[in-house]
Each structure stands twice: as C-alpha cells, then as structure tokens.
C-alpha cells in the first residue's frame, strides 16, 4: 500500500535539545510537506520541498531545518532555537503540478512535547 | 494575497440533520479547491476536490461546488451521522504552484 509514515508518533524533548521527525513517502510524489497544527488552529506550512536537494522555507520556518536528500524522504528538525515546539506536526505530498489530481496526501502526525 | 475562511464551529446536530459549512477564498488565477477531514489524533485525509469553476466534489454523501462567481466552495451533507463527527479543513492550492492554504477548520459534532 502506498502512503506516508511519520515517526515517532509520539516524541518528548528536554527543553535546549534538537529532535528530528521522521517523514517518509512510496508515493512517489515529487512535492513534500511540513506543517504545524496547534489546538484549535489551522495548518501552517514550515517547509516544503518540490525537489530533492531543493526546498524553501514556508510561514513559520524559524527554529526549524530540513533536508531532502531522496524523494521518499523528507525529515524536520526541530532545533532548540525553535521556543514553542509543543505542537502536533503533519507531513505531507503531492503530485507534481502538471498532474491530473493534485491534492495533498497527509501522514498520521507526531505529537512533540517539551518538558 | 491568498486565503481561506471557514465558519467558525463548532456545529453541534442531531443525527440525520442537514450539514452546510460555509468556505470562501481568496486567490489569484484559477486555483483547486479541496476538503479535508481530520479525526482526532490522526492527519488529514482527502474528503473531496473541485479543480475549475462549477466542478461538483462528491464523497460518501458530502458534496461541495466551485463557485467561482461568489468565491465559495461550501460543503453540504443531506443526513449527517455520528461517524461524521470531526474537524473539517477547507483547502486551496494556489494556481501554478505547490503551495496549499487551509482554514482554521471546522468542528462537527453529531449526536445521536
């Protein structure tokens, strides 16, 4: 079956500590996706990637990295920068643009909490 | 620039009520326009999608249409169940490019 895998599904981080999520796709999609998605809020982009070795910063990038090293793979990092990581974070990826369906396909999330 | 905007929730109904939730955008060029479901704990999955101006989306009895003339995309259900209890996103993808926007989503409640 084809689809996205986030882990963990649940993660704990010590305040100062770097954690890095785990983002992978067999879809073969060439666009991937993270957002950030706080109670009672909507979705806000963090980064996205059309292409490996390529990605650009989203809405609320600060205190976050990523690399995109294969297309399967997309993994955030969530540096100590980063001052209110406590969220729920979504990966997710789409076609390419000149496809005929074009809508998002969205992984289970992982939780982050920061003790 | 480009946006969303939901009715703010939540909407509480009686099992086999009538479901509207109204969305409106904002966008530049011809964008595709989607619906997500969101059950607690989990990620988003597809509810349906409309990619040009009247195109009806339709899935497990909710169905939406692209207005293009009043920038709307408002998703209905004849007779909503328990099951149905969730957060509803509405969504568009900017037109020409892979960049998504959401709503702030919608919290359904049905009782039984």
């Known amino acids: 079956d084809g689809g996205i895998t986030q882990s963990p599904k649940y993660l704990f981080r010590k305040e100062g500590q770097n954690v890095t999520l785990s983002c992978e796709q067999n879809l073969n999609h060439d666009a991937m996706y993270w957002y950030r998605q706080d109670p009672g809020q909507g979705l806000r982009l963090i980064y996205y990637?059309?292409?490996?070795?390529?990605?650009q910063k989203g809405d609320i990038a600060e205190g976050y990295s990523v690399s995109r090293e294969k297309k399967e793979s997309f993994p955030l990092t969530v540096t100590s920068a980063q001052k209110n990581p406590t969220a729920f974070y979504l990966c997710?990826?789409?076609?390419?643009?000149?496809?005929?369906?074009?809508?998002?396909?969205f992984g289970p999330g992982t939780r982050l909490t920061v003790l | 620039g480009n946006s969303v905007t939901q009715m703010e929730g939540p909407v509480t109904l009686s099992e086999e009520a009538f479901l509207t939730i109204n969305c409106t955008y904002t966008a530049t060029g011809y964008p595709s326009l989607f619906w997500y479901v969101q059950y607690p704990g989990e990620g988003l999955q597809l509810l349906l999608k409309?990619?040009?101006?009247?195109d009806k989306g339709s899935n497990k009895g909710f169905e939406a249409t692209y207005r293009k003339e009043t920038t709307s995309f408002h998703l209905e259900k004849g007779s909503v169940q328990v099951s149905d209890s969730a957060v509803y996103f509405c969504a568009l993808r900017v037109s020409g490019t892979y960049k998504y926007i959401f709503g702030t989503g919608t919290r359904l409640k049905v009782l039984a």
């Open positions: 409309a990619t040009k101006a009247d």
């Open positions: 997710a990826s789409s076609i390419a643009v000149g496809g005929a369906y074009n809508e998002q396909f």
């Open positions: 990637s059309q292409i490996v070795n390529d990605f």
